[in-house]
């Protein structure tokens, strides 16, 4: 199992950006899936969640700005990102919860992608 994060770049201050993670492999359902972010010197930390059943949540430095969201038909989650401000700078990562089929039959466990970087100038 793999999760693959893409969406980053570079953007100016109040603009926005959307990121999406797909996973693949031998993937039965798909759990929890989250969006973390860490900036240079600082600890990883949760920017939002969604359930399998879409209930989201996300902290305050973001709640209505960030909106999270899910495709199980293409195992995908997003992070739509608007009204960026410079402190949201910093290597955002997916994670999920995956129910996949390994050698030894049904395994849980928890996936990162690889990180993406977003940068906002000021």
């Known amino acids: 199992v793999q999760l693959q994060a893409s969406g980053g770049g570079l953007v100016q201050a109040g603009g926005s950006l959307r990121l999406s993670c797909v996973a693949s492999g031998n993937i039965l359902s798909i759990r929890n899936m989250d969006w973390f972010r860490q900036a240079p010197g600082k600890r990883r930390e949760l920017v939002a969640s969604?359930?399998?059943?879409?209930?989201?949540n996300y902290p305050d430095s973001v709640k209505g700005r960030f909106t999270i969201s899910r495709d199980n038909a293409k195992n995908t989650v997003y992070l739509q990102m608007n009204s960026l401000k410079p402190e949201d700078t910093a290597v955002y990562y997916c994670?999920?919860?995956?129910?996949?089929?390994?050698?030894?039959?049904?395994?849980?466990?928890?996936?990162w992608g690889q990180g993406t970087l977003v940068t906002v100038s000021s």
């Open positions: 994670h999920a919860y995956i129910v996949a089929l390994g050698s030894r039959g049904t395994d849980v466990s928890d996936y």
């Open positions: 969604i359930s399998s059943g879409g209930t989201t």
